[in-house]
């Protein structure tokens, strides 16, 4: 398996409070990516990135941000987490129209 | 909102049945690609397709890219219990279908 990390694995956090996810890769890999899965909606993009400090908006950026200051780093943070954000999210690592190798996700619950 | 519809949404099949999943986008892509995820898992890549009219073999998996290249399919042959999770295609853009979860009852 590639060398992707995801953590933490589990988190529960009360409305309201900010909350961050990384995403470390030992790849060097280009792109990074933050998928956020729930039932019937399937893997749904949040943000991604093309490289140190290059990022964009996917599907459903709404309430996240994310940042990449380094290259093996990506970050993803709710501002202020809403019980909507529930769900298990997925990092991903790829070249540059290659495939995606994720990580094992974090579930995380917003009660 | 999403490019590619993925149907049938769920699917039941007898052990040994054939099972098929397609994947249709509004727009020519430069290619798809398809993963599986198995419960409780995450997406592993299966395949890219390329080339109009591409079908690429993976034992009993076998997959297409259409002539427009605006659909794909995943067909299993003989499906066995190792077969079970959810199978996504993915457009150019890297946005996923809504996948198709496979039950295979024994």
């Known amino acids: 398996d590639a060398g992707i990390t995801q953590s933490p694995r589990h988190k529960v956090t009360e409305t309201g409070t900010p909350v961050t996810l990384r995403c470390h890769q030992t790849?060097?890999?280009?792109?990074m990516y933050w998928y956020r899965q729930d039932p019937g909606h399937g893997l749904r993009l949040i943000h991604y990135?093309?490289?140190?400090?290059?990022?964009d908006k996917g599907e459903v950026s709404d309430g996240y941000s994310v940042s990449r200051s380094k290259t093996e780093d990506f970050l993803l943070t709710l501002e202020s987490a809403t019980s909507s954000q529930t769900s298990v999210y997925f990092c991903?690592?790829?070249?540059?129209?290659?495939?995606?190798?994720f990580g094992s996700g974090t579930q995380l619950s917003v009660l | 909102g999403q490019q590619v519809m993925q149907i049938p949404q769920y699917q039941h099949v007898q052990e040994g049945e054939d099972f098929t999943t397609y994947c249709n986008s509004s727009?020519?892509?430069?290619?798809i690609q398809w993963y599986k995820q198995r419960p409780g898992g995450h997406p592993v890549f299966l395949i890219q397709?390329?080339?109009?009219?591409e079908v690429k073999k993976q034992k009993r998996l076998t997959f297409q890219f259409g002539e427009a290249k605006k659909n794909s399919s995943l067909h299993i042959t003989a499906t066995q219990t190792t077969d079970v999770g959810t199978y996504f295609c993915?457009?150019?853009?890297?946005?996923f279908g809504k996948g198709t979860r496979l039950h295979i009852l024994p």
């Open positions: 991903a690592i790829s070249k540059e129209g290659e495939k995606l190798f």
């Open positions: 790849e060097n890999h280009r792109y």
């Open positions: 990135s093309y490289g140190v400090k290059d990022t």
């Open positions: 727009t020519t892509l430069s290619n």
């Open positions: 397709l390329v080339k109009s009219g």
């Open positions: 993915a457009d150019d853009k890297i946005i």
